[in-house]
């Protein structure tokens, strides 16, 4: 399944609304969307979009591919699932029957992921996305599986995710799965980098901490990535401590330790 989660915006106003209201409350209700949602809000763009799933869903029309899609319909955002005579919301009401989705990983590889780990852009934006529930399934899903990868990137994306709408819910989810993965395997390197990354973020880090990092970077044993996160979150609490060119993180910019690099500058 090939994941695109971009989305194209348009500011365009629609003037055939009133045509094909009722088609549209019916698709969103099929599609258990925010029924209060206002029209002033909506696109011409997003109203085609919408009647063009519910054309999959009715047999009018056939999915050229399997696909995760980010869908924003006004004010909230939606996740779909894209199959060759099917769409639906991730997040609906059978959210439990379909907890596991086989998604393509490359060209070879496939991987069983839960369904809210899917949902990683935008959260605070995402209709029905319930962080009491995902709390729950998250407590569930890491103690229960062998599958500390999937939700390492879960949680990185999660941060991300924090770093562009500030929404605290979304960073305690993060720490949420970086506690159990820690939990689980206390010496964790990338795991204890995790920890702190989100303690930075959330309150800053002790003198303990700093302390820890430091150490880090006197320890050849540990990877030049290690040593750099460990500089960059030293430096959030003392700027300046270590001179890092941003031409020497190369490293590390995929990832969200790097967004701390422009809170430092």
Do not use: C
């Amino acid at each position: 399944m090939e994941i695109n989660l971009n989305v194209e915006s348009d500011t365009s106003n629609f003037e055939e609304f009133s045509k094909v209201h009722f088609q549209i409350l019916n698709a969103m209700r099929h599609f258990e969307m925010n029924l209060g949602e206002s029209i002033k809000n909506i696109s011409e763009k997003q109203v085609k979009e919408l009647l063009y799933m519910y054309d999959i869903e009715q047999g009018k029309t056939i999915s050229e591919k399997d696909r995760l899609v980010y869908f924003e319909f006004g004010s909230r955002a939606y996740y779909f699932i894209f199959s060759k005579n099917n769409v639906y919301n991730i997040l609906s009401e059978n959210f439990d029957k379909q907890l596991y989705l086989r998604v393509k990983i490359d060209d070879k590889s496939y991987e069983h992921i839960p369904n809210f780990m899917l949902v990683t852009q935008n959260i605070h934006k995402v209709y029905n996305f319930n962080f009491e529930a995902v709390q729950n399934k998250i407590n569930e899903s890491v103690l229960q599986n062998n599958q500390e990868m999937l939700f390492n990137r879960y949680e990185l994306q999660l941060i991300s995710d924090y770093d562009n709408n500030r929404d605290k819910r979304v960073l305690s989810l993060a720490a949420s799965i970086n506690e159990l993965l820690l939990e689980k395997e206390p010496n964790n390197m990338i795991e204890k980098i995790n920890y702190w990354q989100i303690v930075a973020r959330k309150k800053g880090l002790s003198s303990d901490d700093i302390k820890e990092l430091k150490d880090i970077v006197q320890d050849s044993n540990y990877t030049e990535d290690v040593h750099l996160a460990a500089k960059v979150l030293i430096n959030t609490r003392f700027k300046g401590e270590f001179s890092l060119e941003k031409d020497s993180l190369d490293s590390i910019r995929e990832y969200p330790i790097y967004n701390l690099v422009n809170t430092i500058d």
